[in-house]
């Protein structure tokens, strides 16, 4: 996915930039960059590959050549950024986070109108944030282009553009399916952009704004001024809480922790309910985002908490790094350190916050056994994943089948299975018990159970029209 940060201040920003863009690491993988101006003209640029390094140790041999009031960074998933790009706007720099699926069509309208060139990267492929600077270009000025940019663009589109004059516009995707909120230093200097609340209440800054879905707001250090209005609907992605953001951060008034042990606790309740919840020694998250749904279901089936396995990240803190599915797959593999004297003999039920392609999960529950557990439930805090994200590219598979849910689907009924898939997700239908009993073969679990749309709604608590369940439902 990506995160960004921005600050314009009366002060230098560099140091909270740099904290603010590293406290992001947890949504991007491979790219990561920071532009910094003094409002007088000309801009200091940075980018480098954070695929084996982290953030921090890339970038801290720059700091002391970097200054500026006003400053923009970001953790990428894609492509290199943020870009610096001259137009009859000024020169200006650019940062963006989502997803275009359009992106060879806005290309060949772009040539079409008269546009000379991209520059391409080694794999030919144009970069998407400089096709959403193009596409900003063609209008008069930059609030217009960037309205057109987010129309023009299927998916989603969330930026930060920087000038020369040290000015901010902070833009919200059409639909709003990622936050943007904006912060207020507690010392009046100025302000800052962030995706993730909690990382500038740790830099000195207190909530101030949450932008509304496509609206633009323009940020200076003498304040903030809201430049296109918000939109009426909204679909936050719900895996925000459900997995990708930050313990601490807030969206839309709910916090992630809470929600997580408010979702953990639903599931219990309803396998309670419904009488399927097994009898067993310890109720266990799978590290890190599966730990808070576990503790809310043995809070609530009255269970014992208990960590059977830790997770080793001072060296691989995170396993889908290297680009080779091999090297990632045995990474995770090394990163899990069993506590034998919670495993042996004894009934687990493991909490993860969701079940994509299932294959590391198989390799947990083999690592489990192999250390003698007796039993291995396994637990999802969302609903069966059918259909890959269009709109933040959750999952990396570029294809539905690449979705454990879907294969098993197929497997069990072939393309006709494609027309039954809200049945194979309600694990009440014959065709849902089905599906959880052909993968429980296939990973090795003694039982599985998914989060319920309804549930995960619930844990949630905002509007469900307000939230973006496509990668469950496929509804748009």
């Not at 392609?357 to 994943?385: K, W």
Request: glycine share 10%; hydrophobic share 35%; net charge negative.
């Amino acid at each position: 996915m990506g995160g960004f940060f921005g600050a314009a201040s009366k002060r230098d920003v560099v140091l909270d930039v740099f904290f603010g863009v590293d406290y992001h690491s947890h949504l991007g993988t491979r790219r990561a960059g920071m532009v910094f101006c003094e409002g007088t003209g000309g801009f200091q640029k940075e980018i480098h590959s954070i695929e084996n390094t982290p953030f921090r140790s890339r970038f801290d041999k720059d700091l002391d050549r970097f200054h500026g009031t006003s400053g923009i960074g970001c953790i990428s998933d894609t492509d290199p950024q943020p870009l610096l790009v001259r137009s009859h706007h000024g020169t200006f720099a650019i940062t963006t986070v989502g997803a275009i699926n359009n992106a060879d069509e806005l290309i060949e309208e772009y040539f079409e109108r008269g546009g000379a060139q991209f520059m391409a990267m080694s794999s030919g492929a144009v970069n998407h944030t400089e096709l959403v600077a193009a596409l900003i270009n063609q209008k008069d000025d930059l609030v217009e282009g960037i309205i057109f940019a987010q129309k023009a663009v299927r998916g989603s589109l969330t930026l930060l553009v920087m000038t020369e004059e040290g000015v901010i516009y902070a833009a919200r995707d059409r639909m709003g399916r990622l936050p943007v909120m904006i912060g207020k230093d507690t010392k009046g200097s100025g302000y800052c952009i962030s995706l993730e609340s909690f990382v500038y209440h740790k830099l000195g800054y207190e909530d101030e704004y949450e932008l509304g879905p496509g609206e633009i707001v323009r940020v200076c250090a003498d304040g903030y001024e809201s430049v296109a209005p918000a939109g009426t609907q909204m679909k936050i992605c719900a895996f925000l809480w459900v997995y990708y953001g930050y313990p601490n951060s807030n969206y839309e008034g709910v916090n992630v922790e809470v929600m997580r042990y408010r979702n953990g606790h639903i599931m219990a309740r309803d396998e309670a309910l419904d009488g399927t919840l097994p009898e067993v020694d310890y109720v266990a998250g799978v590290p890190d985002s599966g730990l808070p749904h576990a503790i809310g279901y043995a809070n609530e089936s009255g269970a014992t908490f208990a960590r059977p396995f830790i997770k080793y990240t001072p060296t691989w803190s995170r396993s889908f790094m290297p680009s080779n599915q091999e090297v990632r797959d045995r990474i995770a593999e090394m990163k899990q350190i069993p506590v034998p004297e919670l495993i042996r003999d004894k009934r687990l039920l493991l909490v993860d916050d969701s079940i994509v392609r299932g294959t590391q999960l198989g390799n947990t529950v083999d690592f489990l056994y192999q250390t003698g557990a007796a039993e291995v439930h396994m637990r999802s805090a969302c609903p069966p994943i059918m259909f890959s994200c269009k709109y933040l590219s959750f999952s990396r598979g570029k294809s539905d089948m690449d979705l454990i849910a879907r294969r098993v689907v197929r497997e069990l009924e072939g393309p006709e299975g494609d027309k039954h898939l809200d049945e194979y997700a309600d694990s009440s239908t014959e065709r849902g018990k089905c599906m959880l009993k052909q993968i429980c073969e296939q990973l090795g679990f003694d039982s599985l159970g998914y989060q319920s749309l309804p549930g995960m709604l619930e844990a949630i608590g905002i509007d469900p029209e307000k939230v973006c369940t496509y990668c469950w439902n496929g509804k748009e």
